[in-house]
């Protein structure tokens, strides 16, 4: 079985995004470097403690922004937070706006996905063993209201639900794709909300993203395309933004959790224990050890 950290498990988790890779206000800081069996993550992990509360932080493009989003370990990012025993996954996360209402240094905790990516691993299962989640609902309801709340309490401006397009990517859209995107009902447009969605709640964690908007995609007639000088010149007021939100957030928290997402593999998993592999059951222990043991 790999090895885990659950002793002492840290139950909440920070995937920072575009700008945000580092997380101001830590303290009692320490760094851990985990292998996984789907690879290194995409950094070390900072362990710390954010506003009382014990806070995994992860930046998903890596410290410097090295990797695209294509390129982005997902599944090493996921396991080796289970591995530490994150129940809760906060993903921050730069995108496009799709609605005149959105503005740029709006900020919007999404309540599905469009999934538009066609290049990533989107699940830990295979080799023997198939899942099935339930994934109509792709955010965890508790954990976003309580992200949008607390979000609510900064000046910016918080749209609650819409529809999250997650594009491949890295190239920005087509004036035709946005404006499709926007006939679909789309909210804002990212390249990174997927897979990770679909992986955590296959980890069994809730997962919410709070998106903050840096642009107004393609579509937009009175403005220029979108560059990444455009976006850069939002993102330092955003990611400051994203760490106010973030520290009023963590001792909102409760300590148990009334979703439905830490059994997501109850009655997910198709394949009868004595049929999947000895390595494959070793290799996703962590995700499935209380249900096949």
């Given at each position: 079985?790999?090895?885990?950290?659950?002793?002492?498990?840290?139950?909440?988790?920070?995937?920072?995004?575009?700008?945000?890779?580092?997380?101001?206000?830590?303290?009692?800081?320490?760094?851990?470097?985990?292998?996984?069996?789907?690879?290194d993550?995409?950094?070390?992990?900072?362990?710390?403690?954010?506003?009382?509360?014990?806070?995994?932080?992860?930046?998903?493009?890596?410290?410097?922004?090295?990797?695209?989003?294509?390129?982005?370990?997902?599944?090493?990012?996921?396991?080796?937070?289970?591995?530490?025993?994150?129940?809760?996954?906060?993903?921050?996360?730069?995108?496009?706006?799709?609605?005149?209402?959105?503005?740029?240094?709006?900020?919007?905790?999404?309540?599905?996905?469009?999934?538009?990516?066609?290049?990533?691993?989107?699940?830990?299962?295979?080799?023997?063993?198939?899942?099935?989640?339930?994934y109509?609902?792709?955010?965890?309801?508790?954990?976003?209201?309580?992200?949008?709340?607390?979000?609510?309490?900064?000046?910016?401006?918080?749209?609650?639900?819409?529809t999250?397009?997650?594009?491949?990517?890295?190239?920005?859209?087509?004036?035709?794709?946005?404006?499709?995107?926007?006939?679909?009902?789309?909210?804002?447009?990212?390249?990174?909300?997927?897979?990770?969605?679909?992986?955590?709640?296959?980890?069994?964690?809730?997962?919410?993203?709070?998106?903050?908007?840096?642009?107004?995609?393609?579509?937009?007639?009175?403005?220029?395309?979108?560059?990444?000088?455009?976006?850069?010149?939002?993102?330092?007021?955003?990611?400051?933004?994203?760490?106010?939100?973030?520290?009023?957030?963590?001792?909102?928290?409760?300590?148990?959790?009334?979703?439905d997402?830490?059994?997501?593999?109850?009655?997910?998993?198709?394949?009868?224990?004595e049929?999947?592999?000895?390595?494959?059951?070793?290799?996703?222990?962590?995700?499935?050890?209380?249900?096949?043991?």
């Open positions: 079985m790999t090895t885990d950290y659950t002793d002492s498990p840290v139950k909440i988790g920070v995937l920072g995004g575009t700008g945000l890779y580092q997380m101001d206000g830590l303290t009692n800081l320490r760094e851990i470097e985990l292998a996984t069996p789907f690879g993550p995409s950094d070390a992990i900072t362990i710390g403690e954010l506003e009382g509360v014990e806070v995994a932080f992860l930046p998903r493009h890596g410290r410097g922004h090295r990797i695209l989003p294509s390129e982005i370990p997902v599944r090493a990012n996921i396991y080796a937070l289970k591995m530490l025993g994150v129940e809760r996954l906060l993903s921050v996360s730069a995108v496009g706006s799709l609605k005149q209402e959105i503005a740029p240094l709006d900020m919007v905790v999404p309540d599905q996905i469009i999934d538009r990516t066609r290049l990533r691993p989107s699940t830990f299962f295979g080799d023997g063993l198939v899942a099935h989640v339930a109509g609902d792709p955010f965890c309801p508790e954990l976003s209201d309580l992200l949008a709340t607390a979000a609510d309490d900064t000046e910016a401006n918080i749209h609650r639900g819409g999250y397009l997650v594009m491949e990517g890295p190239a920005f859209s087509t004036r035709a794709e946005s404006k499709l995107y926007q006939s679909w009902g789309a909210s804002i447009i990212g390249m990174t909300a997927s897979p990770e969605a679909k992986l955590a709640r296959e980890a069994e964690m809730c997962f919410a993203v709070l998106a903050t908007a840096t642009d107004y995609d393609a579509w937009h007639e009175s403005h220029a395309d979108v560059t990444v000088e455009m976006v850069l010149a939002t993102l330092a007021k955003n990611v400051a933004t994203s760490q106010t939100a973030l520290r009023k957030l963590m001792p909102r928290v409760p300590e148990q959790r009334h979703c997402c830490g059994a997501a593999l109850a009655t997910a998993l198709v394949t009868a224990k049929l999947v592999p000895e390595e494959t059951l070793q290799r996703l222990g962590p995700l499935v050890s209380k249900y096949m043991s």
